[in-house]
């Protein structure tokens, strides 16, 4: 296994710097894995001894005489160095530095980093951070943080095959959060921080081997690995975000963890060729997920859209070409086939308009999703509504999820209008593993 898999499946964990004192960040981790129902082994250290939250504490990592899996070091900068030392020492394979003060502060923080790092290649110990959250493993109940997203007893652990891996902590969690409002199945987070000597695309690396994760959602300042990016891309559906895209960005970048500027039409054009996904903002970055959460990969661009506005249609036709998909060119057979079926005041030509004849005839809008799905020209369907209410809702659900008994494609909703109309919808879309978005634009630029 490799080592950095231990930051979300870890057995035991070492806190250096524990305390009982409530607010503290040396006692959050350990508060939020007794919450979680963590099952391995919590191990606080701390020099006074004693327990700490019932938990009996030790003087030093010395005097634990188990194997410990990852140790969370959450001491001051100018202790930091020694603690990485007893580590080391102890043979922990993977430790997370919490505290800030290194490259992101001056020279002298960036010496002591080097020193870090050194202590860590000499070892052949794997150092997350410095300047860093923490991570989580939602399988293990394991928190491995200071978040305070898990302090509310609202934030609930998933068990999910995603994974989101962010050089930056608050955001990281921030995005976290918003992806348990999807109920998107988020089961992994790391924060790598500075990335003094673990990247996020290690990170990825190791997460592209994990047989449990579908898919890998990035944050990251910084990115020289793409052959490594590659790699990760060719095992794992994978979707990044990278900042800095302008001047004053990536200077704030370089001031927030230290990372390096490289420009950006650079970056665009590398990502692109690695097989990812270069995605614009966070809700990008999670409608992404949205798409990796159904577990169907779209193999080519061709794709169709059914709707029930012809308004609807020409918005989602306009974003394929903004995103670079091409509207089907459907079959002979397939346009036969629809004509049969949607009233002539409709239109059988891809985007194909059923219009709100779906009301009144019950069936109408399942022959047609099951006729576009049999079309080898189509390689994904868009569906797209503008009001929805009642036993539509229902009928509308089981004829898109029915798809993948017909063949193995992406099929994405856009359903624009209030909650309110049909408050149940999104629910029974999800439970369909039909991702569901707001608008055309949206649901197309996720695919």
């Known amino acids: 296994m490799n080592k950095l898999a231990n930051l979300w499946s870890a057995k035991s964990v070492a806190i250096i710097g ?33 327990t700490i939250l019932g938990i009996t504490a030790f003087t030093s990592i010395s005097e634990i005489k188990k194997p410990i899996d990852l140790a969370l070091i959450m001491v001051p900068s100018n202790s930091v160095e020694a603690a990485v030392s007893d580590c080391a020492s102890a043979g922990i394979p993977v430790v997370t530095v919490m505290a800030s003060g290194f490259a992101e502060a001056d020279e002298a923080g960036a010496l002591a980093q080097e020193k ?3 202590i860590a290649k000499n070892s052949g110990m794997r150092l997350v951070g410095p300047n860093c959250i923490g991570s989580v493993g939602g399988a293990a109940k394991l928190t491995a943080t200071f978040s305070p997203v898990f302090s509310s007893d609202s934030t609930a652990l998933s068990a999910g095959s995603l994974a989101l891996v962010s050089q930056s902590g608050a ?20 924060t790598t921080g500075n990335e003094a000597e673990v990247s996020a695309m290690d990170i990825a690396t190791a997460l592209s081997e994990d047989k449990e994760v579908t898919g890998i959602l990035i944050y990251t300042e910084g990115l020289t690995e793409i052959a490594q990016l590659r790699e990760i891309a060719a095992k794992k559906p994978t979707a990044i975000l990278k900042s800095g895209r302008s001047v004053a960005g990536a200077e704030a970048a370089a001031s927030h963890t230290g990372a390096l500027a490289t420009e950006d039409r650079v970056i665009d054009a590398a990502i692109n060729s690695s097989g990812a996904v270069r995605v614009d903002d966070v809700e990008h970055l999670l409608d992404a997920g949205s798409i990796f959460a159904s577990k169907v990969s779209m193999v080519g661009n061709r794709v169709a859209i059914i709707t029930t506005s012809g308004g609807s249609g020409i918005l989602g036709t306009d974003a394929l070409e903004k995103y670079g998909l091409t509207l089907a060119k459907l079959s002979a057979k397939t346009t036969v086939a629809l004509d049969q079926i949607v009233p002539s005041y409709g239109n059988t030509a891809n985007p194909v308009d059923v219009t709100a004849a779906v ?28 009001v929805l209410v009642g036993s539509d809702v229902d009928r509308i659900a089981n004829a898109l999820s029915a798809v993948r008994g017909v063949r193995e494609i992406p099929v994405v909703v856009a359903r624009t209008g209030s909650q309110s109309l049909a408050p149940e919808a999104d629910k029974l879309f999800k439970a369909a593993k039909l991702p569901v978005f707001p608008t055309p634009e949206r649901a197309v630029r996720a695919l």
């Not at 391995?40 to 006074?48: H, L, S």
């Not at 955001?171 to 790391?190: K, M």
């Open 18 to 50: 524990a305390t009982e004192r409530v607010g503290a960040m040396g006692r959050l981790p350990i508060e939020y894995l007794l919450r979680h129902g963590y099952q391995g082994q919590i191990f606080p250290v701390n020099p006074k001894g004693g």
């Open 116 to 118: 870090l790092v050194a």
């Open 171 to 190: 955001l990281g969690y921030g995005t976290y959060s918003l992806g348990l409002d999807r109920d998107l199945p988020i089961g992994v987070v790391v």
């Open 359 to 386: 009301m009144s005839a019950p069936d109408l809008f399942e022959k047609c999703v099951e006729v576009l799905a049999k079309d080898p020209e189509v390689d994904a369907i868009v569906a797209t509504f503008c």
